[in-house]
């Protein structure tokens, strides 16, 4: 089946569903430990993914592989709990068709977040990062092939990745909360293998402040159809490349819920002030 047949399935499965996707619904994708972000989500309606035509199923143990729906301080909501990885297998195609989908579906508004190890040696572990702008190193774009128009241009201006409106929204209530946000270029490799101390040496110095194995292939998807993009990052853990430590992804999940609290709280209070900033 063609790419975009496959995508509007999806998205007629959910809509049958779903019955009726509101107006100014903001979607968001849970990362790595993240999963309890969904908690705050009030009257779930939840599909698991391996139940959408033709959708994706995620293979990494920490993410669900569920789609909610529902609402966060009466803000109406979809959440993707769990995403999809270019280490396992996935196509940037593939890694991309819950983006694809949330298009076809009218979303406008998209927060990406994710764990991610801190390049930046003054940020903390522990604290969100907000994404100002990315570093694509996988060599990889889902734009590659052939271009859907009705999805958006053959060559999409990059500029603006992360919407400036709704980054300047997060620093403002991240203040108000008294919440530490770090703020700074993230970097997508493609893994699963961590980074060598060279490797890590060489990142820092291309300008990456925080590094993952998710979020660029997204969000170049979603700027492709015109959806504006909040980006935060959970930073599990700091990689200074002359006291390398080992980290595993135990350590990563167990520093990501334990930051979720913060996450959470940032998010609704942003998501409080999103629809107006966000039409």
């Known amino acids: 089946m063609e790419y975009h047949r496959k995508i509007r399935h999806s998205a007629a499965y959910i809509h049958e569903k779903l019955d009726k996707i509101q107006a100014g619904t903001v979607a968001f994708i849970t990362g790595t430990g993240l999963g309890p972000l969904t908690a705050a989500i009030e009257n779930p309606v939840v599909i698991p993914y391996a139940d959408i035509d033709q959708f994706p199923v995620s293979s990494v143990k920490s993410h669900a592989g569920r ?3 529902g609402t966060i301080e009466g803000v109406p909501v979809l959440a993707l709990d769990g995403r999809f990885h270019l280490y396992e297998g996935f196509t940037p195609q593939e890694a991309t068709h819950n983006i694809r989908v949330l298009g076809e579906l009218g979303i406008k508004t998209l927060v990406l977040t994710n764990a991610v190890g801190a390049l930046n040696p003054s940020f903390e572990v522990g604290c969100p990062m907000l994404i100002e702008d ?3 190193l996988t060599g990889l774009t889902p734009l590659r092939g052939e271009n859907i128009d009705a999805w ?3 060559f999409p ?3 603006t990745v992360y919407d400036p409106a709704l980054r300047k929204l997060a620093i403002q209530k991240a203040l ?4 530490r946000l770090e703020r700074g270029v993230f970097m997508q490799i493609q893994g699963p293998n961590m980074e060598t101390p060279a490797e890590t ?3 820092r110095a291309m300008g990456a402040d925080a590094i993952g194995m998710s979020t660029c292939m997204e969000a170049i998807a979603a700027h492709h159809m015109g959806i504006r993009i909040l980006g935060l990052s959970c930073l599990t853990n700091k990689n200074l490349p002359d006291c390398m430590q080992e980290a595993s992804l135990d350590q990563v999940i167990a520093q990501a819920e ?4 913060s996450m959470v709280k940032l998010l609704r209070a942003i998501l409080k002030e999103m ?3 966000a039409e």
């Open 67 to 69: 789609l909610i729906s």
């Open 258 to 261: 334990k930051s979720s609290t």
């Open 134 to 136: 990315h570093i694509n």
């Open 152 to 154: 958006g241009d053959r």
């Open 275 to 277: 629809p107006e900033t």
């Open 176 to 179: 108000e909360l008294g919440i």
């Open 201 to 203: 040496r060489m990142y």
């Open 157 to 159: 201006d990059m500029c």
